[in-house]
């Protein structure tokens, strides 16, 4: 893992001073970046000025909005995993700009009654963006808070009609030779695939995301469109998404199939059940204290159990992990 400078961390008072300090200079009013038809926003993100703005409101579903520091930019946009361009943390914030963004479409199909095509022009209006502030837990130990923007991944869902057969739901992302160098390494199977239970998906916390602090979201953190849920190991929140497919069997995920006994399907949070070669009791938080950044204790679903938690009822969390 690379080395996060101390004078990249911003705490949230900060963050909280300079936006009120852009309102004053009217740079946050929403009106000006608001879609048609829409009422100001009241996204709290300070818009960092990199990326089109994306307006949002405030989302009021329980547990949705820790009041956690939030990691700051550039460590969200600077220290990825997109394994598409490369195995080290800072190659895809270099080389995620070459992948094309428009036109861009999404296939939703499998067992579905609606088979259907839609563009991101569509998507991004298929229901209002609310700002959500989530963890985000890396299997690998490190975990930031992040503003998304998003909706709900069953407004897309329900869209679609899923037959009664469907039991999972596939999210396959870009795979583009041209601009992506990391797909020369055959430690995945491209494009790389991941995979929900079709409840897991319909689960208001699980977020179809298309922006982060107040934008639109950066290539390398997955534009044009990503998936979120907050409550599992991030690569099950699958990047640049392509593909949708209602399947009736447990799908044939990136890391499970790279490494069976290492990722599992399910992959929720959980300090109890730690990894074959780590312990998973404690992450450290990216943006608080640079490379001395404190461990925090790993909690189980990542904090979400009061509102996950009935999903797995009667599952042994350590066959299913
Ligand atoms: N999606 C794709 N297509 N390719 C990837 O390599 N990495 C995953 C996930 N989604 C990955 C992906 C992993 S391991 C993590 S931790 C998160 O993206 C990281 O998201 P972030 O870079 O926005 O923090």
Redesign the pocket.
């Known amino acids: 893992m690379s080395a996060v400078r101390p004078s990249e961390i911003t705490p949230r008072a900060v963050y909280e001073s300079r936006r009120d300090w852009l309102r004053r200079l009217g740079l946050v009013t929403a009106a000006a970046w608001a879609p048609k038809g829409w009422s100001a926003s009241t996204s709290t993100a300070v818009r960092p000025g990199r990326r089109p703005p994306l307006a949002a409101v405030p989302s009021a579903l329980p547990g949705a909005r820790t009041a956690e520091a939030w990691t700051p930019y550039e460590q ?1 946009t600077q ?6 361009f490369g195995f080290d943390k800072d190659e ?1 914030a270099r080389l995620a700009h070459r992948m094309p963004l428009r036109p861009w479409t999404v296939q939703i199909d499998g067992l579905v009654a609606k088979p259907l095509t839609l563009d991101i022009d569509d998507l991004l209006k298929l229901a209002p963006m609310e700002e959500r502030i989530y963890r ?1 837990r ?3 130990g490190w975990s ?1 808070v ?1 503003p998304w923007i998003g909706y709900p991944l069953a407004a897309l869902i329900e869209r679609a009609q899923p037959l009664g057969s469907a039991k999972f739901v596939e999210f396959h ?2 795979a583009d030779r041209e601009s992506m160098p ?1 797909l020369r390494s055959n430690v ?1 199977r491209w ?2 695939v ?1 995979g929900l239970r079709l409840d897991e998906a319909r689960h208001p916390l699980t977020l179809l995301t298309f922006g982060l602090y107040g934008e639109m979201l950066p290539p ?3 534009a044009p469109l ?1 998936v979120v849920v907050p409550w599992k ?8 998404i392509v593909r949708v497919r209602f399947v009736e069997r447990q799908p044939a995920t ?2 499970t199939v790279a490494a069976p006994h290492e990722y599992g399907f399910y992959a929720n949070v959980n300090p109890d059940v730690p990894h074959p070669r780590w312990s998973q009791a404690t992450e450290r938080r990216l943006g608080q204290g640079g490379l001395f950044a404190p461990r925090v204790k790993t909690q189980l679903f990542n904090g979400y159990a009061e509102q996950v938690g009935q999903l797995y009822a009667g599952m042994d969390l350590r066959r299913f992990y």
């Not at 190991?233 to 640049?240: D, I, M, R, T």
């Open positions: 969200v220290y990825n995993n997109y394994y598409e895809p985000l890396c299997v690998e930031m992040v992302t870009l990391g995945l494009p790389y991941e390398q953190n997955g990503r190991y991030g690569f099950k929140s699958g990047k640049s990136a890391w």
